[in-house]
């Protein structure tokens, strides 16, 4: 069994940052990707960065955004500057057996995730 715990989230205003973290358990491997996805309101569970042997982000995030992680610790952070409204969302992280990829069905586990609210 897989067990994920993010953490980090929280108010914050726009320009500002935070760092999210992801501590996995279970059956996870240091070759395993990780990827991070967020989920506003009404809206669909969507991509936000991978890692696995190199970093993938989606558009919307790159230059703002970085992944990173602790194989050692089974972490993986994402750490957010210059924050928008835009941004304000549930944040989980999911690892996979294989290639990072986007779509959110090629995932099997997910935590319960962790608020990031950005006001403007």
């Known amino acids: 069994q897989v067990q994920l715990v993010e953490s980090g989230g929280g108010l914050v205003q726009a320009g500002g940052s935070l760092s999210l973290s992801c501590a996995a358990s279970?059956?996870?491997?240091?070759?395993?990707?990780m990827g991070w996805f967020r989920q506003a309101p009404g809206k669909e569970r969507e991509f936000v960065a991978g890692?696995?042997?190199?970093?993938d982000y989606a558009d919307s995030v790159k230059g703002r955004f970085t992944i990173s992680r602790n194989s050692a610790k089974n972490t993986v952070n994402l750490q957010m500057n210059s924050l928008k409204p835009e941004h304000t969302a549930v944040y989980f992280c999911?690892?996979?057996?294989?290639?990072?990829?986007?779509?959110?069905?090629?995932?099997?586990?997910w935590g319960q995730g962790t608020q990031v609210t950005v006001s403007s």
């Open positions: 999911a690892p996979r057996d294989g290639a990072v990829i986007a779509n959110i069905r090629a995932y099997e586990f």
């Open positions: 890692i696995r042997w190199s970093r």
């Open positions: 279970g059956r996870i491997f240091s070759n395993y990707a």
